[in-house]
């Protein structure tokens, strides 16, 4: 299942009372990865941006390990010595500014060295960000904050693909808050000046004292949105279960100058609307390729606005200039698709695929569309071939798995989300339709303890299976 978003997790507000996250042990990693041999030319923003960010967090009392135009083996060591710092109740922060490229559903953060010439290359040779979080967790890290400006045109992605995908959701562990400088999957240009906009607005934000960082982070998202007129739009993913202020203690530091207007809470950060700009879709927006699903709104009735997402409009730009631009489909299909356009999603699935018939992932995705839609025999044919052209691919066992459960073939279901999980053990909507899969098939206790497992990865994935029709 390609197309979905499911990484917004539900915010957790905390109604307990707990230890303050003030009085725990603060560390925070800065990466800023500028020049790359592959590049025309080195970045202009990471080293200045992480420099800055490392000041500010000094400032608030972290103890930061700043890393400029770090090698694979120095993006290690680096690793490993924030994991060396991690026990019960610290806070941990990354930032890192440079490359980054999605792969099998991952984000991977790219070292200066890496030498990257097939999508195999990227696992090789970047760092996964849901790795890094989860030895972060799994040392007993109590909050766990990541802030990533990686969502650049890269010259790596060209020599596999033919366009860069932007960066994928994360499956993080409780605790965690994410933010991606851009939309899931979609890619921006850097500004031409010295430091990110995305940055600039994080720093304002960050200076305000008392701000819950969930509200540090969403303001930050209203001010991106805003400067750039709504063409950069950060996306945030949060499962914080305790308060964390970057700045704790009234009036320990000035104000901010820029005074956003307060923004709700609680509720899922993602899904707050940007003021002044047309409303966001419900959860980030996914150009290309995909990695996972979104829930859905009802086919019948897309967003009345979906003609004018600035997306749907460039991209129309692009095939009205060339109506055979195979990835100008795809890429249009999945915004149709993240919208709940279902027929518009498939009718460009079905150019793009007229245009390159060996397109698995148009193969896939047109299958989980129509999965979602009831057309199910056409769904089981575009998972076969989609099998059929590359064995194994993890995304196609996920949809055809989908396809099984709501065709009622709960043994081959399992079947392919077996597969699926033997690949990516980590694949949440895989255990979760495992789960029920087994529990339609008898084994009661077994499917509990899938569904179980899977809830505790995402919240979200009872509500996003019940948006495909399945309960």
């Known amino acids: 299942m390609r197309i ?4 917004l997790a539900t915010l957790i507000l905390s109604i307990a009372s707990i230890v303050p996250s003030a009085a725990a042990d603060r560390f925070a990693l800065i990466i800023g990865n500028a020049k790359y041999p592959d590049a025309d030319a080195p970045l202009k923003e990471p080293i200045n941006d992480a420099r800055d960010i490392a000041n500010e967090l000094k400032r608030d009392g972290f103890t930061v390990d700043i890393g400029e135009n770090l090698t694979g083996e120095g993006m290690r060591r680096a690793f490993d ?15 890192f500014s440079g490359f980054g490229i999605q792969s099998n559903r991952q984000s991977y953060m ?8 097939t999508e195999p290359d990227v696992r090789r040779d970047g760092f996964s960000l849901e790795t890094a979080l989860g030895e972060i967790n799994n040392r007993g890290a109590g909050v766990k904050i990541a802030l990533i400006d990686a969502s650049r045109r890269n010259p790596f992605e060209r020599r596999f693909r ?67 007129r709504s063409e950069q739009v950060p ?6 279960a305790e308060d964390f202020s970057f700045i704790p203690g009234s009036g320990a530091r000035p104000a901010s100058s820029s005074n956003p207007p307060p923004v709700p809470s609680p509720g899922p950060i993602a899904a707050l609307p940007a003021p002044a700009a047309p409303e966001p879709p419900p959860k980030a927006e996914v150009l290309n390729p995909p990695a996972d699903k979104p ?14 997402d600035p997306t749907i409009k460039s991209l129309t730009e692009k095939l009205v200039d060339n109506p055979d631009d195979a990835g100008a489909h795809y890429r249009r299909g999945q915004v149709y698709a993240s919208k709940g356009a279902y027929s518009l999603a498939i009718k460009d699935f079905d150019d793009s695929l007229r245009l390159n018939p060996k397109d698995v992932e148009a193969y896939n995705n047109r299958c989980w569309a129509r999965t979602v839609i009831g057309d199910l025999q056409a769904a089981l044919r575009d998972c076969n071939e989609a099998l059929r052209l590359r064995p194994n691919f993890v995304d196609a066992l996920d949809s055809r798995g989908l396809v099984n459960l ?21 694949l949440t909507s895989s255990l979760y339709g495992r789960g029920l899969a087994k529990k339609s098939n008898g084994s009661i206790s077994e499917g509990e303890l899938d569904i179980s497992n899977a809830k505790a990865m995402d919240p979200n994935i009872v509500k996003e299976f019940a948006s495909y029709g399945v309960h």
């Open 4 to 7: 979905r978003l499911t990484l």
């Open 81 to 95: 010595r924030l994991y060396g710092h991690i026990k019960p109740g610290t806070v941990a922060v990354i930032f």
């Open 110 to 117: 790219i070292p200066v060295d890496a030498q990257i010439w």
């Open 162 to 228: 033919s366009f860069s995908a932007g960066l994928a959701p994360v499956i993080a562990p409780n605790g965690t808050l994410v933010m991606y400088s851009a939309a899931l999957s979609s890619v921006i240009s850097d500004n031409g000046s010295d430091h990110s906009l995305f940055v600039q607005e994080l720093l304002k934000e960050i200076r305000v004292p008392d701000l819950m960082a969930e509200e540090t982070l969403n303001r930050t998202r209203v001010g991106v949105t805003r400067a750039s």
């Open 235 to 240: 996306w945030i993913s949060s499962s914080m």
């Open 295 to 308: 829930p859905q709104p009802n086919e019948a009735s897309p967003a009345p606005s979906i003609g004018d």
């Open 406 to 426: 709501k065709s009622g073939m709960a043994k081959n279901a399992i079947a392919d989300f077996d597969a699926a999980l033997k690949i990516n053990p980590r």
